[in-house]
């Protein structure tokens, strides 16, 4: 068996497996659909590689896309050109996408089904090697594209977590134990912060207004896992619609 493959496979199959009990008691079509996935990713893992996958899996980025902006419609996401995501709507993120080159990359977001103008582009750089998740943000009149390098690896046994900020009209916030001590301070729409290590544990933590006690959001408890990374995104609008809302990922 290749355990490059199955790694990466089985990697997908654990994030859906985390998704469908994320969902499993607030959202039944939610929990279906990953746990579909779950099973979906669990027979890819257990099915050899091909040969070209395993060459391309030395040195290949990898990219994912996240719909975060707030009432901003359906979108098509084409690289360079190559329509590559099709009707991602807001809150959705892609799996990583695998990319045979490196280099420059031109993303270009489109209402979905439309190609006669982008409703933003961007130019980034891909390195060799690198994960990345590339976010859709801001209000549709302000539309942005960030690049944000993922980290994944942790040390044997261990686990991390970080935090993004990408709701633009929330201020800066705190994020800190719930009714405990701040654990990322002052991170502003667009900031990402640093991984920070942990030992596999349950986590439950709260979004604070910046410097204050004021809790803006709160984040559902989630187990963090051994042998995996997470970021909590807060999306959506605070006191508005959509809605403010924590969106939990595995790298």
């Known amino acids: 068996m290749n355990y490059s493959h199955f790694d990466k496979y089985l ?14 008691y ?4 939610l929990f279906i659909t990953y746990y579909q996935k779950h099973l979906q990713y669990m ?9 070209d996958e395993l060459d391309l899996e030395r040195t290949q980025p990898m990219i994912r896309i996240l719909h975060a ?38 993303i270009d977001i489109f209402p979905a089904g439309k190609t006669d103008k982008p409703l933003k582009s961007e130019q ?12 859709v943000v801001g209000r549709p009149s302000e539309l942005d594209i960030i690049l944000i390098a993922d980290n994944s690896s942790t040390p044997a046994g261990e686990t991390k977590v970080r935090f993004i900020h990408l709701s633009p009209n929330a201020p800066a916030v705190d994020i800190a134990a719930k009714n405990g001590d701040v654990v990322f301070s002052n991170i502003s729409f667009k900031e990402v912060t ?13 979004v604070r207004a910046a410097g204050t006690d004021k809790v803006v959001l709160d984040v ?23 809605a403010l809302e924590a969106l939990i990922s595995q790298d």
């Open 220 to 242: 559902p408890p989630v187990r963090l896992r051994p042998n995996r990374a997470y970021t909590i995104y807060a999306v959506g609008l605070l006191n508005g619609n959509p």
């Open 69 to 106: 902006s707030p009432g901003a419609p359906s979108v098509d996401v084409y690289l360079n050109g190559r329509r590559t995501i099709r009707n991602l709507t807001f809150r959705q993120e892609t799996d990583y996408i695998p990319l045979k080159e490196t280099g420059q990359y031109r």
């Open 11 to 24: 990697k997908k199959a654990m994030k859906y497996d985390f998704l469908s009990n994320y969902y499993k």
């Open 43 to 51: 027979q890819i893992a257990l099915t050899p590689a091909p040969r």
């Open 124 to 135: 980034v750089q891909l390195e060799k090697n690198q994960k990345y998740t590339s976010a």
């Open 26 to 29: 607030s959202d039944p079509n």
């Open 194 to 206: 640093d991984y920070l290590g942990l030992t596999p544990m349950p986590l439950d933590v709260e």
